[in-house]
């Protein structure tokens, strides 16, 4: 238990250092206004209804990063890096755009089934 929370803790202090770390969202795209993501997480086809969520990027502040946790509790070193997919959508201009990000942990000995599935809306000056 107490070296489950020591990994947390460092994956926590981790995240944070390659927030500070990556370039701001603003300043690598002055031109972004607003951008909103859909987030969904499925299993092979089925999507697991509780990770749905919708997350409001606060583009004034927001580092230019998107990990997002993969939510499977037994998923081990998962998640979501979908930063370079959303830099080039950005990039493009694209108002509306969708991508997915199969997880690259693992549960137990077989990799993560996880698949992340986004649905972005960006707003631009
Ligand atoms: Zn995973």
């Known amino acids: 238990m107490m070296r489950r929370n020591n990994e947390a803790t460092e994956r926590h202090a981790e995240r944070r250092r390659r ?4 370039p701001r969202l603003a300043a690598a795209f002055p031109s972004l206004l607003t951008l909103k993501l859909h987030l969904q997480e499925a299993k092979g086809d089925v ?8 997350r409001h990027v606060v583009v ?12 499977d509790t037994a998923c081990k070193d998962g998640g979501h890096d979908v930063t370079n997919a959303i830099a080039k959508s950005l ?6 755009f969708v991508g997915e990000h199969q997880c690259t942990g693992y549960v137990g000995d077989t990799p993560c089934q996880r698949l992340l599935r986004y649905t972005a809306t960006a707003t631009y000056k």
């Open 47 to 54: 999507s697991v209804a509780e990770t749905g969520h919708i």
């Open 91 to 96: 990039k493009a201009g694209e108002k509306n």
């Open 60 to 71: 004034a502040n927001a580092p230019l990063l998107f990990e997002m946790p993969c939510r």
């Open 19 to 22: 927030e500070d770390e990556a």
